[in-house]
Nanobody
């Protein structure tokens, strides 16, 4: 059974930082491109950042470029998202996913985590 478990979310003030982690089990982690997606209330889910299986190629949404950094540790079956200079508009439920197209980071993937809340106060 595939499981993707997100951690590291929470409440932070604008300008602060958070690091999300996603630990995978039940799949061969280094065979999958991975991604972070988010969904705010009343909005569609959007791709935040994606990374290919080796970690050598990444995608970032324009809204997070220069502020967020995606990385992965295949030895630990873990995906990360370092989020700096957070803004209130970054407030959303963040989801980890396995299998997205990392070049376009569309919301189509093989497996999804349950999500974790990130709230940025102004």
């Amino acid at each position: 059974q595939v499981q993707l478990v997100e951690s590291g979310g929470g409440l932070v003030q604008a300008g602060g930082s958070l690091r999300l982690s996603c630990t995978a089990s039940g799949l061969t982690f280094d065979h999958y491109n991975m991604g972070w997606f988010r969904q705010a209330p009343g909005k569609e889910r959007e791709g935040v950042s994606c990374i290919n299986w080796s970690g050598g190629s990444t995608y970032y949404a324009d809204s997070v470029k220069g502020r967020f950094t995606i990385s992965r540790d295949n030895a630990k079956n873990t995906l990360y998202l370092q989020m700096n200079s957070l803004k209130p508009e970054d407030t959303a439920m963040y989801y980890c996913a396995a299998g997205p197209n990392f070049r376009v980071c569309s919301s189509v993937a093989n497996y999804w985590g349950r999500g974790i809340q990130v709230t940025v106060s102004s």
